[in-house]
Each structure stands twice: as C-alpha cells, then as structure tokens.
C-alpha cells in the first residue's frame, strides 16, 4: 500500500498549486508515469472537500486521455475489455479487438484536437477555494470500458473516459504490473518488449486457442515496424506456429542477414556490412614461410609431385615444434607453434582414420573441440564439448513460459550445446560468453534452423552480460558455426534498438578428411582465419571477464558463482608456453633444420628418430611448464550491480510441451512442470 510522508500531506492541503507539475518539482519526481500514479493516490489520500477531489480527479483523467491509446491498449485493459465485450456485444472477440483499436483512434483525434487547453487548465490548480466551485469538465467521448456494467462502446457525459461507477484504484490495476516497484525486472522487461503482443498470440495460438493477430503498435521505431510487419505476414501463413521459427527470431528482436528473410530489411545491408571483420583477412610472411616449409617437408623430391612423405612431415612438425620453445617469442613465432599444432593434431587424427565412415555427430564436435582449445591457450577463453546445458537459454525459456504461458512454471530445460565457450572467473570455469553449434553433413535447411537457433542462444548470452555492463556494441564475439569438417564465421552485435547477425568473412575453413586432401588444407587460408578469430576472441574475453569478475551473480543471472572447478596455471600438454607474454619482442631465429638442438636426432625417414624427437619435444615442453608462474586470481565480484543503462530485450524460445495444446489443464495450475531434456527449442 502506497504511503505519504507529512510533507506530502500538508502540500496538497494547502492547495496553493496543487498541479502535478508542482508536485514533482516539490518532492523530486523524475519519473513522472509513476509520479502521476502517486499524484492520485495522494488525492484520493488526502483530507480533501468533494469538490476539490472531484476537480482534481477530473483533471487526472483527462491526461488519461493525452496517454491513448498506450494507456488503454495494455495487455490488461485489453483482456478485461474483450471479456465484457464477449458478453454484451454479440459474442465476438474478432469484433472487441477491431472496436478497441478503432475507439483508441478516436481518442487520440480528439486528444490532439481539444484536450490539450483543458488539460493544462485542469491540472494547473491555482486555488483550491475558486476550484471547489468549479463544475467538473464534460466531455462527450465514446470510450472503451472495462466494467462488466456496461456496453464496449457508449457515449457518456460524466466528465472522464471511464464510467463514474468504476473507481481510480480499478483503473490503475490495469498498470500494476508495469509500475509495481517489486515487479521482477526481466518480466518487466518481457512486458515492455514491442513485439509484446506477438508473443502472447504465439502462446496463446500453441496452447490451442483462437486468438485474432494483433494490431501494429503505435510508436515503434522504423526497424521495428518492419520487424513487426514481417512477422505478422509470416504469423498469418498456415500451419504450426511453433515451426514458423523465423518469427521467433523477429520477436527476439534480432535481424538475422544469413537467413532470407533477415535481408529484406531497410538496416540489413548495414548490418552485413560492418559485420565484415578485417581480422579475418589477416596476412603473416611468417605463416606463408612456414607453409613452404611444410610443403617441401611433404614433397621432399621436387622432381615427383605425386612422392608424397607424410612421416618427412611430421618429423618436420615436431622439429619445428622445439625452436618454437624460446623465452620471449613474437606474434610470429606464436602463430607458427599454433600453425604446427594444428597440422600435428590433423596428422594424429588421419594416422587413426577418424575421419572414416560411419561418422557421428560427436565426431566433429570432438575435432573442432581440439581445435578451438588449441587456439584458446593461454589467451583466457576454453572450450568445452560435451552437451552441456546453456543456462541462458533455460532462463530465456524460464522468463518467456512464466510471463506468457498462463502456468506457473517453476522448471525448464536449458538447450544443449554442443561447445560452449567460457572465461575463467571466480576461481571456476562456469562463466559462458558464447556457444558454438557443430553439425554433420546435413542439409542447407538443417544448417539454417540450426544457425537460428545458435542465434538465439547467444543473443541470450550477450544481453546478459549488456546487463552486467558491457557494451555489446563495442565488445561482441565472433560465433562459430561449424558444419562437417567446414567451419563459417558471423558476428553478433547490438545497432540500436537490435541485435544484428551478419556473416564475419567469405573465406572458407577446413579440415582434411584424408592425406590426399593435405596438400591443398596446407595451402589454403584456413590457417590465417583462424589466427585472426583467436586473436579477436582473445579481446572480447579480456572485456567480458572483467565485465564478470566487477559484477554479481545475481538469482537471475546466466554467470552464477561457482565452486573451484580448475585452475588456470593447470598445465596442459595443448597449452601455450606461459613465457609468452603480450609484451613479449625479442625475435626468434627462423626455424630450420640446421638449427636442431643436439638432443633432437638427425633428420631421417626412421622410426627411430622419429620417436627420439617425440621424447625430446616432450622433455623440453615439460621444462618449460615447470617454471610456468602462478596466475594472479582475478578480483571476486562486488555486491551492488552497475545501473542499467537501457530496458533490455528477451530471448523467445519456443513454447515448451507442457504449454502447448493438450498439456496441463487448468487444475494443474501452480503445480511444476518438467520438461523432457529433448525437447526441441526453436
């Protein structure tokens, strides 16, 4: 219950200006929507003669007026007037929705035409003496009512758009939710989405019932208004809405430009253009050096192409490997340690046909997997394969089923991903900042449902963390969606009021699925690309982990505080040296054969010396680990969270099995709902 402080009281009793106005100005009110609630309660409040309650109140409501269709076409009013509506007026919810937007029309005509003098008037109260004798304004006005006394449409005199047989307090409860203080902030965020409406039809729709499409909102911006637009075209085709996984998408607020209905909008080309990353472009004379070591490594007779000697080359790889161990290395020196632990590893897997039918899933997710990691050491990030949940997704789905479902849900899976990409924070590795999505050979129409879905998946993530502070505008990941033994890149970002989706580079890479295939995987750009994503990721994980580690966990937070999992000084047989530091600029002397260390046996297609080298690069790895120094802990999170800069969006996921047709019926309310680990998000 709303209470007023002594001051309050005796203001308004004095009555000297009593306009809302003066009331904010005298007690600080910035927030004049909530103020103008607080400003009625006071009247109705305060020890006041009838006269000058009911001028005041009549002032109230013709700002009422000011604020249609906004103020009437809230979920609640809406819901409230197409029940009476139902009853009085024919039976047709079609015809309640069509009657409301068209009265809501005449409000805002008469509003702008005549309100306005009235308006000032009214609630510009100079003395409250004068105003007792002052008739209440009238105004003939056809209105939309929530009473259950009266028809939908009726003319009326009484000096308000509402019946005087309805009170303020019933007014106002169509905006308790909205201006409740306590409200929960994300589903006070859900409600404030513009595709709010579309929502709640998709709901309503999957749980079987009828409703009419929604109206186009007043006030969207250009973006959104095509967003809705399409949407809507798209809600109006036949068949089953929770398949129509495009409008999903739209409803998230995301234009997605790597799906055809994504580029039909009027941002869509600035969207694919600054989506474009430059790092990805990225050329190095010390990868292409290497690259013709490697080749004449493979081809050590230059007169007979077609003598290929794998064993030449690895023997190559691991040399190369050791004079890549100094103290103090260049950028060059480490993209060629990664360049050959990326050749080492396909080597590894070609030797034991991992690549041979029958394929799995797994697979490819365990390929890339090994890839990603190698790139990520030593620069903050790890990947983790697996099927791990994503919690962003469970909440996006937990937030959307709470506020629209009509149930009280008090579970729901989380969608499994197949690597989650996460930062170490809080002595623990629970912090995801994105997901990777890897797929067989399936498809184009599989590939584009499941780059939709990773779209969602970590447009959830990054408004998480936008949340926790950080600006998703500057500081964004580049996603990786990988597809058989090919891999593409997009980015995912904020432009304004969305999140936009664009592919990152048209360059291809890959993996060899046999040795016959290594001679052109050695010359391609695969190895380029990849450096320039890691070097991009290695920033954006820099950010996000200190945007983590200077926030809370909050209850609703996709980055809770977790147990001591890891530790980051962990060796690892695939990670960096740690003496490659990023102030590191003592160049190291190009690799060589003539440069082997003593330890390391001559150069010869032998088994033999090819074990002595794997026994001397293991030796010198495992020294330099040992001296590896401890990793400063970063800072553990505050407990008061930064401000919000803006009212977020939500993530829509499809409506779970338990809120569709034939679920739970209306006894099951409050109870909890499970849902099945399989159950499909869209």
């Not at 308006?119 to 304004?137: G, M, N």
């Not at 234009?255 to 055809?260: E, F, G, H, Y």
């Amino acid at each position: 219950m709303t209470t007023f402080s002594d001051e309050e009281m005796a203001w308004i009793g004095e009555g000297l200006d009593s306009s809302p106005d003066s009331y904010f100005e005298a007690f600080d009110i910035s927030d004049k929507r909530r103020g103008y609630m607080r400003y009625l309660r006071l009247i109705q409040t305060a020890d006041l003669s009838d006269a000058v309650k009911k001028t005041l109140l009549n002032a109230f409501e013709i700002w009422k007026r000011d604020m249609a269709p906004q103020f009437w076409l809230r979920r609640r009013a809406r819901i409230a007037a197409i029940d009476t509506a139902t009853v009085l007026v024919e039976g047709s919810v079609p015809y309640a929705e069509s009657a409301i937007l068209q009265n809501a029309e005449d409000l805002v005509a008469s509003s702008s035409t005549n309100t306005t003098s009235a308006s000032r008037s009214l609630l510009d109260v100079k003395h409250i003496s004068d105003a007792q004798e002052t008739p209440p304004v009238t105004s003939e006005t056809t209105y939309t009512t929530t009473s259950t006394a009266t028809s939908m449409a009726t003319p009326t005199a009484t000096g308000s758009i509402l019946n005087t047989e309805r009170s303020p307090d019933e007014d106002l409860d169509d905006d308790k939710d909205r201006d409740d203080p306590d409200l929960d902030p994300h589903v006070a965020r859900a409600r404030a989405s513009p595709f709010y409406e579309l929502v709640d039809f998709i709901f309503k729709k999957a749980q079987g019932q009828g409703p009419p499409l929604p109206a186009l909102p007043p006030g969207l911006s250009p973006t959104h208004d095509e967003m809705f637009r399409v949407a809507l075209q798209l809600l109006r085709d036949p068949g089953d809405v929770t398949k129509k996984k495009p409008v999903f998408t739209l409803v998230s607020g995301i234009v997605n430009t790597l799906s055809p209905i994504g580029q039909q909008f009027t941002i869509s080309p600035l969207v694919e253009d600054q989506s474009r990353m430059a790092c990805l472009s990225y050329r190095s004379k010390a990868i292409d050096d290497l690259r013709a070591d490697m080749l004449a490594a493979l081809y050590p007779d230059p007169d007979d192409s077609a003598a290929m000697s794998v064993e030449s080359l690895q023997i190559f790889v691991y040399e190369s490997l050791l004079q890549c161990m100094g103290p103090r290395p260049t950028r060059a020196a480490k993209e060629k340690y990664l360049m050959l632990k990326i050749v080492s590893q396909v080597l590894h897997w070609l030797e034991n046909d991992n690549f041979a039918s029958p394929l799995s899933e797994h697979v490819f997710v365990s390929a890339w997997s090994d890839i990603v990691n190698t790139l990520f050491a030593q620069s903050g990030l790890r990947g983790i394969p697996g099927e791990l949940g994503s919690r962003a997704s469970r909440e996006s789905r937990f937030l959307a089923e709470s506020v629209f479902g009509g149930k009280t849900v008090t579970s729901s899976s989380s969608r499994k991903v197949d690597l989650t990409i996460r930062v170490f924070v809080d002595k623990s590795w629970t912090d995801e900042i994105c997901v990777f999505e890897c797929k067989p050979e399936v498809s184009d129409l599989v590939c584009q449902v499941q780059q939709g879905k990773s779209v969602r998946l970590n447009t959830a993530i990054l408004l998480a963390l936008e949340e926790k502070g950080l600006d998703i505008a500057q500081h964004y990941p580049i996603i990786a969606e990988t597809r058989s033994l090919s891999i593409d890149f997009y980015t995912l970002r904020r432009y304004s009021d969305i999140i936009g989706c664009g592919r990152a580079t048209q360059e291809k890479v890959w993996l060899p699925s046999g040795y016959t295939k290594l001679n052109a995987f050695l010359k391609s750009r695969s190895f380029e690309v990849l450096f320039g994503f890691r070097a991009h990721m290695a920033l954006y994980a820099k950010t996000a982990t200190a945007t983590l580690a200077s926030s809370p966990a909050t209850p609703h937070s996709t980055f809770p505080v977790g147990a001591n999992l890891s530790s980051p000084a962990t060796s690892r047989f695939t990670s960096m040296p740690e003496a490659w530091s990023s102030s590191a600029s003592t160049p190291l002397t190009t690799s060589s054969r003539a440069s082997t260390p003593a330890a390391v046996a001559p150069v010869t297609p032998t088994v033999a010396a090819f074990h002595a080298t794997l026994e001397a690069c293991a030796t010198a790895q495992a020294t330099v680990q040992a001296t590896t120094p401890d990793i400063m802990e970063p800072p553990q999170r505050p407990t008061t969270p930064p401000p919000r800069k803006r009212d977020l969006p939500f993530v829509m996921f499809s409506p779970s099995k338990s809120q569709r047709r034939g679920g739970m019926s209306s006894s099951d309310y409050g109870r909890p709902i499970t849902q099945d680990d399989d159950d499909p998000v869209f």
